[in-house]
């Protein structure tokens, strides 16, 4: 299965974006986008199943991650709605947590923006105040931490 690294978490918003890039873009809390924690890998171009949503993309404006499957294309910290560029990402949610995942994704009503929903502060939604979470959970591979058990064979 095809997968997409250096999707990070930007501790000033909250959001899913990709750090791939040298310019952090502009983050709902101000400034660029600011990464830490776990690096994830996310699937793409892959089919959905009922639970592997399909209609994930990059925002090529602020370059986080929105559910594209409706009209209204949410609320971006670069202005107007997101832009969809790039792969069609499919996420699992609602599945039991594994090895090298962490649950707690979940998506914005207001902004559209996949963020992190496992801590009380909900981060800067573009749309203003916290993201609120709605739909899914979703449940994201990652690639290993440097404290991570290495597995034995």
Known sequence: MPQQPAWRFCNKCSAMFYDGYPDKSQC???????????DFSLPYDVQGTPTDQTAWRFCGKCKEMFYDGDQD????????????AGFQFVLPHDVPGAARTQDSWRYCGQCRALFYDGSPQKGRCS???????????????????????????
């Open 127 to 153: 749309a203003g105040g916290g993201h609120v979470s709605a739909g899914y959970n979703f449940v994201l591979p990652r690639l290993p931490a440097r404290n991570d058990p290495v597995p034995i064979d």
């Open 28 to 38: 709902a809390a101000g400034g660029g986008h600011a990464a830490a924690g776990y």
């Open 73 to 84: 294309k949410g609320r971006c910290p670069g202005g107007g709605g997101h832009a969809a």
